[in-house]
């Protein structure tokens, strides 16, 4: 009787027939036979999780010192890391197109006006264009005047936008002023007929009228003071509806500005008030 084929037998002969393999079963019981768990020793970890920016585990032991000796949990020599300081990266810098911004909450009106920063209030409003200095030839000043008038008598030269007050020996002071718009110019001989100090403020019907077609509402009156367009003293010419005053607005001198008033800085006009008595002749040319 032969007998059976042993593990022994077919591994001998695959081994001599050159078939590099080793084909023995394995046993059922090694197959399915639990695995211990892999464990990664902290001391191998520890020194990545610090590279990388991450928190090392509190229960985690420290990892060798590079002065220590001895053998790690693993066996092998505790050769320790080496510490590397990683930068953070530089970002590129973004143009225009590829700028992201964070999404801002949605405010309703009234509270993303209390948040508006004093930079961002005042970019909503609108920048009036003020001429900060006055133009040197405006400034008050004597000058040479060869004319005909009577010393006292005050003359104004519409086109070139100045004030003389006749004086002796072919002098003159003369002060810069605003004068009438275009359509608004007018010449004419007066007399000052009345004198103001701070005056209050009646506009014309035909002006509120007229300012009104152009959105600006004028009051009835306004009282006089700082804010008054009339300023610090006004000079009334004859029967007419105009006068030599003072401005709130003084960087409107030199320019054709009002509805036929002459106006002047408020320092000059009080020095031509002291200057001037009732029944002074005013040419307007």
């Not at 084909?23 to 464990?39: G, S």
């Not at 999780?49 to 509190?58: C, D, F, K, S, Y």
């Not at 009577?150 to 003389?164: A, M």
């Not at 004419?188 to 959105?215: F, L, Q, S």
């Amino acid at each position: 009787m032969q007998r059976p084929w042993t593990r022994f037998d077919k591994t001998l002969i695959l081994i001599g027939t050159g078939l590099q393999v080793f084909v023995a079963p394995a046993a059922a019981e090694e197959r399915y036979r639990e695995r211990p768990p892999v464990i990664v020793s902290p001391d191998l970890t520890a020194p990545w999780i610090r590279q990388l920016g991450g928190a090392v585990p509190a229960n985690a032991p420290a990892a060798a010192s590079p002065v220590s000796a001895g053998r790690s949990q693993t066996g092998l020599p505790a050769t320790p890391f080496r510490q590397i300081a990683v930068a953070p990266p530089v970002a590129a810098p973004r143009t225009q197109s590829t700028q992201i911004r964070p999404r801002q909450p949605e405010l309703s009106l009234p509270a993303a006006a209390s948040v508006a920063t004093p930079v961002q209030t005042a970019a909503m409003q609108p920048i009036p264009v003020i001429r900060s200095r006055l133009e040197p030839q405006f400034l008050p000043q004597i000058v040479d005047y060869d004319t005909r008038e009577t010393p006292g008598t005050i003359v104004i030269d519409t086109p070139h936008r100045f004030l003389y007050l006749v004086l002796e020996d072919g002098k003159a002071k003369r002060y810069g002023v605003g004068v009438g718009k275009p359509g608004f110019e007018w010449a004419g001989a007066h007399k000052v007929t009345r004198k103001a100090e701070w005056p209050d403020w009646h506009p014309p019907k035909e002006m509120i009228t007229r300012e009104a077609a152009k959105g600006h509402y004028l009051p009835a009156s306004m009282q006089g003071g700082p804010e008054n367009p009339l300023g610090a003293r006004a000079l009334y010419l004859g029967s007419t509806l105009y006068r030599i005053h003072g401005t709130n607005a003084p960087w409107t001198i030199g320019s054709g500005v009002s509805s036929g008033c002459i106006r002047m800085r408020n320092e000059d006009v009080t020095d031509l008030y002291e200057r001037v008595p009732i029944g002074t002749t005013v040419i307007v040319m």
